[in-house]
Each structure stands twice: as C-alpha cells, then as structure tokens.
C-alpha cells in the first residue's frame, strides 16, 4: 500500500483540484467562495497523509488508520458539499458521490473491513444530510437507492477480493512451507547417500580387492576358480551397489545439470569396450566384440554420464544378458548420429504396466540408462524380444569434428613408484597387495604426515589417495599439498565413495583423475596406465 500512495494521493488531490477549477466556472461566485473552505480541507488531509504514511517509524497499523481517515474524510467533504449548495438553494445531484465510492472500490487498496464501513458510513451520512434538508421526497429516494445498491455490490466484491487474496497468500506459504520441507528432506537423503556410499562401499572395496589378490597368488586351480567367482560376485555387487545410489541421487532436485562438451565418439566406446575386454578376459569367457564408429564422429552431450549410460548398457548385456555377441555401430541419420548397441543375449521383458525389467536382476542399470537418456535429452528406443537380444538405438546430436586425441589405451606392465593414502587399514592393505603384484613400489600411508615423510624419503610417479580421510584436509587438498611439497604436477587418482558430478568438477581443474568405489581391478590398471603415460 505504501507503494501505491503516491499514485493514490496524487490522483485523489487532482480530482479535487479539477473539480474545484469547474466549481468556479460552473457555480455561482457566493456558492464556489464557500466552497473553497470545503475543498482546501481536503487536500490538507491529504498532505498529512501523505508523509505520515510514508514514514518508516509509523507502525503498519497506525498508517493503515490514517490512510483509511484521510479517504473518509475526503468523501465527507463531498457530502458536505452538496448540502452546501442545497442551503444555497442549488440542486446538486450525487454523482460525484459515486465517483468517490467507485474510487474507494477499486484504486484505494484499503481493507474489505475499511471499504465497507467507509462506503455505508458516507451513504448514510448522505442520506441523513438530505432529509435534513429536502426531507422525504420521492426523488431522494431514487438517489438513495441507487447509492445503496453501489455499496452493496462494492462491498462484496471487496470482501470476495480479499478473500481471494488471503488465499492467495495462504496457498503461497503452504508451497514455501512444502518447498523448505521438500528441500530439507532432500538434504537428508543427500546425506544419508554419503554415508551409505562411503560405510557400505569401504568393505565392498577391500573385499574386493583382497578377491582379486587371492586370484593372482592362488597356486592350485580350485583355488583360483573360487577366488574367481568372488571377485566376480564382489564387482556384481559393487555394480549394484553403485546403480542403486546413482539412480537414488539422480531422482532428487540436487542431482545437479548436464555439463555440456564436445565429445569424440570413438575413444570414448574403444575404452568401454577395452574394459569389457579385460572383464571377459579375466573371467576367461568367450565374447566377441565389435565396433564400427568413424573418427570424425563428435556429439553434445555430458561425457560423464554419456559413459555410464553405456557402460550400463554393455555391463546389462554381458552380464545380466549373458550375451556372448554385443556390437557397437555408429551412422549419421539427419544430421544425428544413430549409435545402436546389440547383443544376442536372453533379451528383455516386457511386462503388463511395469518397467523394463532385464531377464535376471532387477534392472538397476536399465532403470539408470532411462534416466540418464531423459538427463542428456538423446532419445532412446529398445527393441527385443525373449531369446532374442537386445538392441538400443540412442540419438546423439552431431556437432563439427575437431582434431582426434590420440592416445595407447591397452594396459601393460605397471613397474611405478606410488605413493598411497587410504586412512581405512583393511582397504590400505588390499590396494597395496593388488599393486604391488602388478609390478608397483607402493608406499602405503595412513595419514597425510606419513605421505610427507613418504615423499621426502623416496621419490613418486603417482599419488592416490582417498577422499575421505580422518585428517583435517580431504583427498583432493592431501593432493594439493604432496605436489606442493614435490614441486611439481604429479599425477594423481583420487578415490572415493562419492562420485558427483560436483566432485568431478572439482577434480577437473586440478588435474585429478576420479575413480569410483568400490574399485574395479581393470577400471584400475587402465586409469594407473594413463597415468603413467603422462608422467613419462
């Protein structure tokens, strides 16, 4: 209301001044000189009102009383004026009086409460002034009728209107009220993912790590084939583990945006399917794998999730599908690019008002690729059939091709000096025993004053650290301050139970490379094998 006085107070003393120019062109020189008393009251209400109302110390209340009087009074004014004129024996005829009720009703902004009371109280007062003066004549009974029924109408249509308004106000509360709850609730599950993934995914870790350990040491083949079985139980479980966190993060509001590259199709599938390789290779199964991508492929899309939607998708197929024939091929299909990935598993089904559900599991990764897809705005379309494969056409815009990134992607020997920081002794311990057999120097560290030591004794090729540690300071900044104290950019992996998209952002400009727990032996060795490629 306070913004809207000057419009109202200026409006309102420009009708009387208005009015008071017709009074001397149309009145009588006796009537309009005794009118001038009447008139000048007004507008002096009105410039007591004006800085009242407008100062900052004046309680709401008080302002709102002062507002209300200083348009009743002006209303009054208009009363008295015609009865002035009827003891000057001059008809003047209520219009203006209506003026002033239709400009209470709809420019004002008073109360229901204040319009209704000032509304009535100038009819009555209008009617009691007249038959005073001209008593019970048929004519004022017209007048007053029609004044009545202006008020009438006036004020249930302000009492309706404030009654829409403080709903309005209401409804607006309860969202905000909802919202701050919604938010609230999202930040403790936000916080409830972060413990789970890091209490739950530690042991996961270590378990295995020291799987794969007992698979390289074992000297008699039951033994290899058992410890076999458990590292590919403890990858199934760390994958599942792994979907049922990301699709719970990525349903909340927090899940955060796509961020938006150019990405190079080829190098981005050639590595899912060299990792899928070493899966196949590992678990000393056959598979053939195929995939038919040109270089000058590029898309536009979020790197990040691009790659675990397709890892999803060759993950699903192998080993949920038990597809034993998977194949990736690329085309261009109206300046899109077509990327279809098959498979000649068990295939998928489809069941009457339930979502895609893999043969066997729950679908976890099925569930996420559908999500991510519907993220990245790349539509997806899946046709199978029981017994038959499976096959995903997913539209990918194509942008300019740029200069290929090339780069030796298959892993060798490991013989690196690495400096590890893990806090957690039984995943310390696991990782380091599985480093080591790959022909590493590892230096194992509880805690960033042992790392110091470390470094200051021996020289690293490579730090890994976790992200969570007991210290002071987390992964990424132990990182920070062990190059500070090398001198140098040494390349480093950071482990974590939270895989965000915010901690990716933060890696990336440090030049950190990200790897998920719980750990995946040949994700490893291909992360530590470009890693040491780019210290050589």
């Avoid at 909802?178 to 530690?202: F, G, K, P």
């Avoid at 400096?419 to 509880?446: I, K, P």
Wanted: with cysteine; charged share 20%.
């Amino acid at each position: 209301m306070r913004r809207r006085l000057g419009l109202i107070i200026s409006t309102a003393a420009l009708f009387q001044l208005c009015f008071m120019l017709l009074d001397a062109w149309l009145l009588p020189a006796e009537i309009f000189e005794g009118s001038l008393f009447l008139r000048g009251f007004g507008l002096l209400l009105l410039a007591l009102a004006w800085p009242l109302c407008r100062h900052p110390g004046l309680p709401p209340p008080l302002a709102l009383h002062l507002y209300f009087l200083a348009f009743l009074g002006n209303a009054l004014v208009v009363v008295a004026f015609i009865g002035w004129c009827y003891l000057n024996d001059l008809a003047m005829r209520y219009d203006g009086l209506f003026l002033v009720l239709l400009f209470a009703f709809l420019l004002t902004g008073l109360s229901s409460r204040n319009l209704i009371a000032s509304a009535w109280l100038v009819c009555l007062s209008y009617v009691l002034l007249m038959l005073w003066l001209r008593g019970a004549q048929a004519e004022l009974y017209y007048e007053s009728q029609f004044l009545l029924c202006a008020a009438v109408i006036g004020s249930i249509g302000s009492w309706q209107q404030e009654r829409g308004q403080r709903q309005a106000w209401l409804d607006q509360q309860l969202l905000s009220l909802a919202r701050v709850r919604a938010e609230q609730a999202d930040q403790r599950t936000q916080r409830l993912l972060a413990a789970a993934s890091h209490d739950l995914r530690q042991p996961l870790n270590a378990m295995g790590l020291y799987a794969r350990h007992l698979q390289e040491q074992a000297s008699d083949a039951q033994t290899r084939q058992i410890s076999q079985r458990l590292a590919v139980s403890a990858e199934q479980l760390g994958r599942m583990l792994q979907s049922l966190l990301d699709y719970t993060r990525m349903s909340l509001p927090e899940g955060g945006s796509p961020q938006w590259q150019d990405v190079q199709l080829q190098p981005l599938l050639a590595r899912l399917m060299d990792e899928l390789k070493v899966i196949t290779r590992e678990q000393q199964e056959a598979a053939e794998l195929q995939l038919d991508c040109p270089l000058d492929y590029w898309v536009r899309s979020d790197p990040v999730r691009l790659e675990r939607l397709l890892r999803n998708l060759l993950v699903n197929a192998w080993l949920h599908a038990q597809a034993r024939r998977i194949w990736i091929s690329v085309r261009e299909e109206q300046q899109q690019l077509c990327l279809e990935l098959g498979d000649d598993g068990r295939g998928l089904l489809e069941e009457a008002g339930q979502p895609l559900r893999s043969s066997t599991g729950l679908g976890l990764g099925l569930a996420i690729v559908r999500q991510l897809a519907s993220q990245l705005e790349h539509a997806l379309q899946v046709s199978s059939a029981p017994g038959q494969g499976v096959r995903y056409q997913l539209r990918l815009p194509r942008v300019a091709a740029r200069s290929p990134e090339t780069g030796n992607s298959q892993p060798g020997q490991l013989p690196m000096q690495v400096l590890l920081l893990e806090d957690d002794a039984a995943s310390r311990e696991a990782l380091a025993g599985l480093l080591q057999r790959w022909g590493c120097q590892v230096q194992a560290c509880a805690n960033l004053a042992e790392a110091r030591q470390a470094l200051a004794s021996q020289p690293v090729q490579l730090l890994i650290s976790d992200y969570r540690l007991q210290d002071e300071c987390n992964g990424l900044q132990a990182i920070e301050r062990l190059r500070e104290q090398a001198g140098r950019m040494l390349p480093a992996l950071l482990v974590s139970a939270e895989s965000s998209a915010e901690l990716q952002e933060r890696c990336a400009p440090a030049h950190v490379s990200l790897l998920a727990k719980p750990i995946l032996p040949a994700r490893l060795r291909q992360v530590l094998f470009s890693g040491l490629l780019r210290s050589a």
